[in-house]
């Protein structure tokens, strides 16, 4: 068996690395998928065989140079990931500052949307929100450099409970906001007492067994709390009307809705957001924010970062590539060479900087759309959701524009708080996106007090962010149809003579970072294996 | 409107404590219910009103004493709500250090089980686990005093999608780990379908309109993430064979599993552990250890504990109670007076304690039961389940002995850590109760490694307990059977004379901290009016 073969002070990583050199990535699949030990999410973190160290060196290589387009997670992944083989590498950020939409809002952050004014964030020092990326699953290679990094992370409360749905227009449950965990133990509970029934009575042509069938019929009486007649009365599953509590204080259960009331409510559907595969539990976040993803990389590459350096053209040849790029603090425009490029900006604004591409690509450029999407940051001199209502992190949801509102999953029992006041995308987005700033507070507000009428008492400060119109962003995340992904996809996939794509958009792990970390790592992966060709 | 008279630096605590000594607790209830702004939850808390700092000193009733016998959560939540109203108390406490069952094992803790010989941890410095309670639900009472302490939170991963589900003998799937998101989503998706089609072809006689059927089957596409034509096929939720990735890697769904093999195997009755009201995301335990309250507590009334004083007997008279007690230090007997006696000593352990109780109370005292529990914490050279599977805390669920493993929900990164290896109840408990250490450490491993096969080779050091052995402890938890509720428990929960009990066992939030603090709480308030009328 390999694993006696395993020197006792290898790492993980380091084994599956040796083992794909050795024999191939189709070695370590079929050699770790025996053993059983691996899942198929950790077999993914380990496809990835960084460029050897000495690569470049040994083979006398060195010097080769490569410009990367952009310090979002792609761009800073690349150039760490190639910096480490001894590429040099320069970035160029358009921005004053790295991560892209990796961006976490603070005390004085300042932005002027396009089209908009400026807004400079009031909020108190040590608070912030994530206006970009805020969760990562458990399984996302995002974690892998957080542990490399030493990032410390904490659970993301992606489920919450005691967190509310509120619909408005939804018959008798209109405008009234209820507990997930009562909506969760009625539906369930009611739908449980159909299907069991109709299995009882045979109602149904099922290929089981009666085992079988007492079986199911069991599962479904645990599943939705059922009598012993297999009806739903209710459940301490959805809460109390008065808390149990010492002595005699057996609580008071609470009644349950009525079954035509909850099933016009609209709630139930709610339920499936937190199933996807990138939405169940565990999920985390660095503490203290996102960007301290950010920050981690720009210490490991921060000297490569030429910030303020917006990119206005793309020019390649046979030989290398020339960006040429508007330096902000010269307000000259300048230009670096090098032997290839990999560009991360989002296809939203590449489309509109003049590029040497092949015109397929540069068809599949102009013709892929994105996302909208926008958040609002709501600060509160009072954590009332704490206080008041014994919620901890998690979300409330709801049919109204602002969608959901998110409870910091972090700093429990502080003083003050920042809620996401509402977090929308598609349509509603570009319609909150459309307001002034003043006017997305508002709305916030406005909506936001009707699941909690705490907030008019309790605000302080508000900062939103519409993606779209975000400079240099413009845009939540790519947004592919199954043709986009049939017609362009692929060709944006392909190096384009020296010019390599990565982003979350080359990926199917799109809107996340882990997207953009992955490709960025296959390009690395291309790129090395191109020079050591050569 | 009483929002608009309340000083605004007043806290919702103060305010509705204010309002209750003002108005009595129903006008909290009604005030604050109609207000809209509490939850059940919050109101639970707020039914306490502790004695008034100066009732005593006012009123000339000063040096009152109180002897509080164990330094559990019941008694330490007496000593430091009756000290801070001027009470003299007195905890005695026969182990060498407080918390009761809240116990937070770490390198060098010791015990000797009863009918056992000693057996002393050898984990790692800063490693730990929770013999007793290791979690706490968001609404507890218990919440309330780490915030007020200033003991800082993180969440207990109770959820948590990457964990597995491993059966024997029950069919198809017998000794196969499944990831409880797999489980969950073939489950989930054909119990939909069956319910779905039938309400579709109007199979069933249900009292819904058209329109109310069609919400229904919508409900159940989103539940069970059906295709269009109402089958489940498999879904994203379940995971994939192969992760999706960058550039053309899309994934590769896993296949669902067979309908029979996944109803025979049992995993969906596992399903509803997660949706009873204590059990619900989110929970929380303090950063450390869970004992990180208990040295809060003593921090506080650590003065008043006698420790290593074991109490041999109870008296009490029209005047006063007398307690006799062992004292360790000196080896004598010695004994402590006082006006009023709490005390929270399991009643396992009470009732062989000779005490001027009612007949009616020893009775009672004699007459209740106790669960069995016992855990294992398992110390491993490295945290095989992040680095190998990407699972950061939460649970595996088994039908074998050892019924569950935890991982660390703290922590994450760390080098090292320590499992619960099993966390057992009633007759398994007692099974693994009756081994010696290193026969439960045995079983432990054996078991654990049809789950993780990576058990011997990284395990390092085992610590066990069972609590029907542990001395001064001899059970988990009350366990109250319906009839034990109605004909001793009323006694247990009134005053004897000038003996209170209190713990989890004089409440309705039994196995809970917040039954033994509610408890204590009530009992507070109890013998301040006693005093306060004599």
Known sequence: ????????????????????????????????????????????????????????????????????????????????????????????????????????????????????GRQTSRFDNGLYFNAGPMRIPQFHVTLDYCKKFG????????????????????GALSGQRVPKRAAKADVRGYVAEMLAKAVNQNALDLPLTAEEKLKLVDYLKAEGDLNPDLFYKGSERGGYKDEPGSRLDAGVLRDPFDLKAIINSGFGKYFSNEYGYDQQMMMFHPVGGMDAIVKAFEKRVGSRIKYRAEVKEIRQSSSGVRIVY?????????????????????????????????????????????????????QFKRRFWEEDEYLYGGSSLTNMDITQIYYPPTDYFGKKGILLGYYAYGGIADKLGGM???????????????????????????????????????????????????TYYPTLCKPDNRIYLAGEHISYITAWQAGAIESAREVVTDIHQRVMKA
Chains 1, 2 share one sequence.
């Open 1 to 116: 068996m390999a694993t006696k073969e395993q020197p006792k002070e290898m790492t993980r990583r380091q084994f599956l690395t040796t083992v794909g050199k050795v024999g191939g990535s189709v070695a370590v699949f079929s050699l770790m998928g025996t053993m059983g030990l691996l899942t198929p999410e950790t077999l993914k973190a380990a496809e990835y065989t960084p460029p050897g160290k000495n690569d470049l060196h040994l083979s006398g290589r060195g010097g080769k140079k490569i410009v990367i387009l952009g310090a979002g997670m792609a761009g800073l992944t690349a150039a760490y990931e190639l910096g480490l083989a001894g590429y040099d590498c320069t970035i160029l950020e358009a921005k004053s500052f790295a991560g892209g939409r990796n961006w976490t809002i603070r005390k004085g952050t300042s932005v002027s949307e396009i089209g908009s």
């Open 151 to 170: 990032v410390a992370i904490e659970p993301f409360n992606n489920v919450n409970e005691s967190g509310y749905y509120y619909n408005e227009n939804v």
């Open 326 to 378: 508007a330096d902000g603090h010269s307000g000259r425009d300048q230009e670096v060479r090098g032997d290839y490029c990999i560009c991360t900006i989002p296809l939203t604004v590449l489309k509109k900087i003049p590029a040497d591409f092949s015109p397929e690509m540069s068809k599949a450029i102009g013709s892929v759309g994105y996302a909208s999407a926008g958040k609002i940051g709501l």
């Open 436 to 486: 002034s700033y003043a006017e997305r507070e508002k709305l916030a507000l406005t909506q936001g007090a009707k699941i909690h009428p705490q907030y008019p008492k309790e605000f302080e400060a508000s900062f939103s962010i519409d993606w779209k119109k975000t400079k240099y962003q413009e845009g939540g995340w790519v947004s592919y149809s199954a043709n986009d992904r049939k």
